[in-house]
Structures are given as C-alpha cells and as structure tokens.
C-alpha cells in the first residue's frame, strides 16, 4: 500500500507559498568498481527559498550531487532531507513530481504542444482539465510567453530561448517548492542566456523556491546566487558564502584561480548603483542607464559607448546624476561592497 503519510507531506510542501529548507549530511556515492567516490562526505544546510549555486569544473560531482536530491541517482550513504523528511523514505516517482527540474537540453517532449509539455506533471497528480489549462495559461505569461502565440506551438517551432522559457515553466507547473536546474542557459547564446537570467532573477524574486543550480560559469554564479558553493573534485566545497565576500575574500588559492582575471570588475555587479555618489547629470544626449542597473552595467555603458560619463535616470526617464571612471571606482575603494549576495 502506497504511504499515506508521505504523500500528504509531498502535497503540504507543494502548497507552501516559499521554498523549504534541503539538509545534505555526510552523502555519498560510490559507483562499482571505481576506485574513488564520486561524491565524498557532501554536506550542506540550504535556507528556504535560497537560490544555493553548485559551480566547479567538470567531474566535479556538481550534476550528481544535485540529482541525489530528487533520487535520479540513489545515494550511496548519508541522508538528505526537504522540509526535515528523509527523501529516502518518499516514493522516488512522487518526490520528482514535486521538484521542478530543468536541464541544459530543455528535455521537452517535441510531439506535444508546449500547453501539453506544462500541463504533464498537473496530469499526472490528477488535477481537472480546467484546473491544468488554467495552470498552462498562467505560467505561460509569468514566462513572457503568449497564451494566444505558444500554447499550440511544438517545441521545434520555437526559439532555443523560447523553449528553455517553455522548460521553466513546465518545472513550475505543479508549484513545486524545491526546484533544480542543470546549465539550463548553458546552450543559449550570450545575448539570450543574458536575457534569460534576468528573467529568472524576476521569477525567483516573486516566487521565493528553493532553488539549486549548477553551472561552470562564475560570471552567472555571481549575478545569480545568494550563496555559491566552489566544489573541486568528488564535490569537495572549497567555499560556501555570498557572491560578494567570495569576491572579497577567496579562502584559497583554488577559489582565486576559478574566480579568475578582474575580480574587481566582477564586484562591480553587485553593487548597485545607488551604491555611489552621482555627479552632477550631463549633458543632453549623454548614455543613460537605468537607477536601479548595477556598477557593472554602468562601466559596460561607458567603455561601450566611449564617452567620458553616462548619465542615470529615474523611472520616469528624468536624469538623477551622472556616473564617470573616477566615481566607479571610489566605490570599490571605499569597500563598500554590500555583504549580502544579490544587491
């Protein structure tokens, strides 16, 4: 007989408005007749609703560690918990159904319709047709993706970043409390990855999930994670903080050599603008930037266009001041980086 008990605590935590609290203790995973674990003694306590960023290069146990948390793979010892519950006591078909997971590949299925690929996990747990079409809708336009436009269309007749907005939004359909994603923006090109991450900063900020992402690229640990976790080889973590004081301060030169050249300019995104003194606002027909973009965003501006200073303007488009080299600068030398990850 199916367990009643952990069937109504997978549909509590789907119910929830926030993430839930994921606990790695001592886990493991041993492969046959491989010499070395491929992950050893992984452990971790995720805070709900933290967007925790698994970076490190490849073979690293980043993919497998993460899939240990849904039981793709079964781990070999140790324990891992979603909301204080033991996985390993769950239905492994069950937890899936309530963990949103996204893939570089995208992983639709290219012979139904994109409201068909949403709508497969709400099917599968038995909601209505109403309910399911209504969940469709809803998500297609939280996704920036038309109803009217998308529904109907197949996962071929889409653009890649079309079909990883599509993806996103199938791994939410059930509201699932706990989401994770593997390179998701891996295969885009920078433009639309750039796009992409920005739209998932949106979603999380008015989603609040548990979310855990693996990626090979620090530049989007930085800009995405509230904290990151630097593994090396068997899912070793090397540093487990925010973005900003990894940044500040790397606890070995194994995290210097991932954060690699400029990690002064990789600061920058994190600071707001709001973070510096504005100058008087330039002239009319200067660059201008949004008040609410980052340092990075306002240096980009200025080295793209050439100009000695850009102006920032307030939502309404009026200019507020003016940013130059000089006032960029002083903020990263009067350390006042903010301590937390995103700003």
Known sequence: MPDITNTGFLTAISQQSAGVSIELDSVTKRYPGQPAPAVENFSMNIRPGELIIFVGPSGCGKTTTMKMINRIIEP???????????????????????????????????????????????????????????????????????????????????????????????????????????????????????????????????????????????????????????????????????PANILAAPANEYVSSFIGQGAAIKRLTLIPVTEARLLPAAAEGTPSMPIDGSLRDALDLIVLTGSASINVVDPDGQPMGSLDHASISAVLGAGSLPVGGRP
Not at 85 to 90: G, T
Not at 98 to 106: D, F, N
């Open 76 to 242: 070999t010892s140790g324990s891992i918990r979603i909301d204080g519950k033991d996985v390993l006591s769950l239905d492994p078909n069950q937890l899936r159904r309530h963990i949103g997971y996204v893939i570089q590949q995208i992983g639709l299925f290219p012979h139904r319709t994109i409201a068909e690929n949403i709508g497969t996990v709400p099917k599968m747990l038995g909601w209505s047709k109403g309910k399911v079409a209504e969940r469709v809708d809803e998500l297609l336009r939280t996704v920036q993706l038309d109803p009217a436009v998308f529904a109907n269309r197949y996962p071929r007749q889409l653009s890649g970043g079309q079909q990883q907005r599509a993806g996103v939004a199938r791994a939410l359909a059930a509201n699932p409390p706990v989401m994770l994603m593997d390179e998701p923006f891996g295969a885009t090109d920078p433009i639309t990855r750039e796009k992409l991450q920005a739209e998932f900063l949106r979603l999380q900020a008015e989603l609040g999930k548990t979310i855990i992402f693996v990626t090979h690229d620090f530049e989007e640990a930085i800009r995405l994670g509230d904290r990151i976790a630097v593994m090396s080889e068997r899912s070793q973590i090397e540093q487990f903080d925010t």
